[in-house]
């Protein structure tokens, strides 16, 4: 097969304890999933999960012990770190049960989902999408995935971001409004779910502004921590 470009090269993050590495197809993220940021956004109670998608190559993959970089993004003002929990895929499936979502994970990671605030909350007073404010280059860092049987108690796992040595983000996984399984079981009624998607699965609250020269430190209990700067 003869493409008229040369097709891009495929988007893939380190795997603990392996040389080989995870292929991404799809990054799905879950919006306002721990009470606190809810209510700290203007929102509260246990409202349906909505889903928004970023790119493939918004990843920034950051190997065990090293620092990532990322630009500081362009329109914005407002840059904010997002702390999550992210689980890949490794067996895709539509309509799956919450009983049955472990069978589908392949492992878990540290992730941020960079946000330009200040474009995601012009486009909302607007009705428009705010794909801008999201889905933008470098917006998805991520550290290596740990697979499923070495990462411990994921569900009850506490998860922290640091700026520049001060805490920023602190909670536990235990308090998400959709558990894991729970947004699996959500996801792919809307979605058929294939290996190699990542879902990054919400973030707490604390959310703050990061500016040039920042350097965030992020972890989920179990899977190691992300470092990345913003240049």
Request: hydrophobic letters at 35%.
């Given at each position: 097969m003869s493409f008229v470009i040369t097709p891009p090269a495929t988007v893939s993050v380190p795997v603990v304890g392996t040389k080989e590495r995870f292929p991404v197809h799809r990054i799905y993220c879950v919006g306002r999933n721990y009470e606190e940021h809810a209510k700290e956004m203007g929102f509260t109670g246990r409202e349906p999960p909505f889903f928004f998608l970023k790119p493939a190559d918004a990843i920034v993959a950051?190997?065990?012990?090293?620092?990532?970089?990322?630009?500081?993004?362009?329109?914005?003002?407002?840059?904010?770190?997002?702390?999550?929990?992210?689980?890949?895929?490794?067996?895709?499936g539509k309509n799956i049960k919450a009983a049955d979502a472990h069978k589908h994970i392949y492992g878990y990671a540290?992730?941020?989902?960079?946000?330009?605030?200040?474009?995601?909350?012009?486009?909302?007073?607007?009705?428009?999408?705010?794909?801008?404010?999201?889905?933008?280059?470098?917006?998805?860092?991520?550290?290596?995935?740990?697979?499923?049987?070495?990462?411990?108690?994921?569900?009850?796992?506490?998860?922290?971001?640091?700026?520049?040595?001060?805490d920023r983000q602190r909670s536990n996984v235990s308090k998400l409004i959709w558990n894991i399984a729970e947004t699996i079981e959500h996801l792919s009624t809307a979605w058929e779910l294939q290996p190699g998607d990542l879902i990054y699965t919400g973030t707490p609250e604390g959310v703050a502004a990061v500016v040039s020269g920042d350097t965030m430190v992020g972890s989920v209990a179990g899977l190691g921590t992300l470092t990345v700067k913003v240049a």
């Open positions: 950051v190997d065990a012990g090293s620092t990532g970089t990322i630009p500081y993004p362009s329109l914005t003002k407002n840059l904010h770190h997002e702390i999550e929990l992210v689980v890949a895929i490794g067996t895709g540290v992730g941020l989902d960079m946000t330009r605030r200040d474009l995601q909350g012009e486009m909302k007073k607007q009705g428009r999408p705010w794909c801008i404010g999201k889905a933008y280059d470098h917006s998805a860092p991520i550290g290596p995935i740990t697979p499923a049987a070495q990462a411990g108690d994921v569900n009850n796992a506490e998860l922290y971001i640091q700026v520049n040595g001060t």
